[in-house]
């Protein structure tokens, strides 16, 4: 693992990418099996595909999401509540992976 820099973080995609997708992957694994798996499947490639992580300071991540995220979810299988249940702990686990992984938190 690459130490963390915050600096080096603006440009995550050259300096990051790796402990970046790890960190996605990572989250996509961790709810596989406790929620539908046609819709955590299809947020991730709709919606988190075009998402950006950015580092809030203090050792806190914060998932971007792209701004036509309410019409990308409108597209997902489920009602509006469904797909919320969903993504809220997707990008709950990234950032706490990414916290995990810098070694902001044990």
Known sequence: ?????????????VNYF???ETAYSNAYQSLH???DSEIL????????????????????????LPEDTAERAASLPGDEETVKSVLKPFTDAIEQELQQMFEFEE
């Open 1 to 13: 693992m690459a130490e963390f820099d915050p600096e080096k973080f603006e440009e995550k995609y």
């Open 18 to 20: 790796e402990e970046l």
């Open 33 to 35: 099996g406790q929620c």
């Open 41 to 64: 499947q299809r947020i991730d490639r709709q919606i988190l595909s075009e998402s950006e992580p950015v580092y809030e300071g203090d050792g806190d991540f914060r998932v971007v």
